[in-house]
């Protein structure tokens, strides 16, 4: 690189850190964060377990509410429950595989009871509520109660809710929304769910 390249360069990439900068001057405030991971892509749940390994890396609490999956071996589980992480999972599976609404719906609502102690407990920083989306989209849970949750949670609580199809009410009460969208997907070229990188 030029010695005239190097200088636009370092300009640049000074403008940059000044902008960078001002963002976290202005960044004072200081609550716990509503994240919403949604879309059709693969890593929604992998996400948001990445956050709950970070936060009991850092000494903090977590707590872990698995709507739908609960049939099958977790890795993330099997991990995380060593490392002191209270799970709560809704063992029923998947809809279309137990084809009974009332036994998912009981199922759904008593592992909700357990998220909502957990969305009241200000010793826990951290709560996931992976594939809480499809409970509302089925309404196995009401939304009005989710949400009346959602907002009494203590102020420094952070939650993370995941799943495909996130309400509208959901998205916009989130302060981060991300959404995950699949380029190429292994399953759909016939390769079999792998042990340790899909569960």
């Known amino acids: 690189m030029s010695e005239h390249n190097q200088d636009k360069h370092k300009a640049r990439q000074q403008k940059v850190k000044e902008q960078v900068d001002a963002k976290i001057e202005?960044?004072?405030?200081?609550?716990?964060?509503?994240q919403v991971i949604t879309g059709n892509g693969k890593g929604k749940s992998t996400s948001g377990f990445g956050t709950v390994a970070?936060?009991?890396?850092?000494?903090?609490?977590a707590a872990v509410v698995q709507f739908i999956k609960g049939m099958w071996e977790c890795g993330e589980r099997n991990l995380l429950e060593r490392a002191g992480v209270p799970f709560a999972v809704m063992k029923t599976g998947?809809?279309?595989?137990?084809?009974?609404?009332?036994?998912?719906?009981?199922?759904?609502?008593a592992t909700w009871q357990q998220?909502?102690?957990?969305?009241?407990?200000?010793?826990?920083?951290?709560v996931l509520l992976d594939e809480l989306t499809y409970m509302v989209s089925y309404d196995y849970l009401d939304l009005d109660d989710v949400i009346t949750a959602l907002e009494?949670?203590?102020?420094?609580?952070?939650?993370?809710?995941?799943g495909r199809g996130a309400?509208?009410?959901?998205?916009?009460?989130?302060?981060?929304v991300s959404e995950m969208r699949n380029v190429k997907h292994a399953f759909e070229a016939g390769i079999k769910a792998q042990k340790g990188f899909d569960f």
């Open 26 to 34: 202005q960044a004072q405030e200081e609550k716990g964060i509503l």
């Open 152 to 162: 009494n949670r203590p102020a420094m609580q952070s939650v993370i809710i995941t």
């Open 54 to 61: 970070r936060c009991v890396g850092h000494g903090m609490n």
């Open 94 to 109: 998947f809809t279309w595989e137990t084809q009974n609404r009332e036994t998912d719906t009981k199922a759904a609502q």
């Open 167 to 176: 309400h509208r009410r959901l998205t916009e009460l989130a302060d981060t």
């Open 115 to 126: 998220a909502k102690q957990w969305l009241q407990d200000d010793s826990i920083d951290l």
